[in-house]
C-alpha cells in the first residue's frame, strides 16, 4: 500500500526558513501532479503550491515569490522550499498526489497526514 509521508516542520522565528519533503513509502514509478495545502486552526485546507509531471508551478497569492515547489523525480520527492515565513505562515502542511504505482496502477488524490509548521517568536 502506497502512503505519502511529509517531513521537515518545526518551529521557526519569522523571516526564517524551512523545507518540506514529501515522499511516497512504498514502491511507485512516479508522481504525476503534486499539491502541498496547508490548514490553519479554524480555517479551511487551501492550495498552497502545486507542480505538474512536467514542472509546470502555481502558487497562491498569499506565498507567491517566498515558496517554492520543486520535485526530483530520482528520489521520487516533492519539496517546498519556504522564505521568509511569516506567523500567518502556522499551519498543518499536507502533501497531496496523483501516483503512478509499479506496476503501471495510478493512485489518485493520495493524502498525507501533514506535518506542523509553526512561525513564532
Known amino acids: 500500500q502506497v502512503q505519502l509521508v511529509e517531513s521537515g516542520g518545526g518551529l521557526v522565528q519569522p523571516g526564517g526558513s524551512l523545507r518540506l519533503s514529501c515522499a511516497a513509502s512504498?514502491?511507485?514509478?512516479?508522481?504525476?501532479?503534486v499539491g502541498w495545502y496547508r490548514q490553519a486552526p479554524g480555517k479551511e485546507r487551501e492550495l498552497v503550491a502545486r507542480?505538474?509531471?512536467?514542472?509546470?508551478?502555481t502558487y497562491s497569492d498569499s506565498v507567491k515569490g517566498r515558496f517554492t515547489i520543486s520535485r526530483d523525480d530520482v528520489k521520487n520527492t516533492v519539496y517546498l522550499q519556504m522564505n521568509s515565513l511569516k506567523p500567518e505562515d502556522t499551519a498543518v502542511y499536507y502533501c497531496?498526489?496523483?501516483?503512478?504505482?509499479?506496476?503501471?496502477?495510478?493512485?489518485?488524490?493520495?493524502w498525507g497526514r501533514g506535518t506542523q509548521v509553526t512561525v513564532s517568536l
Open positions: 497531496n498526489a496523483d501516483i503512478l504505482g509499479d506496476s503501471g496502477q495510478a493512485y489518485r488524490d493520495y
Open positions: 512504498g514502491s511507485i514509478l512516479r508522481f504525476n501532479r
Open positions: 507542480i505538474t509531471r512536467s514542472s509546470m508551478t
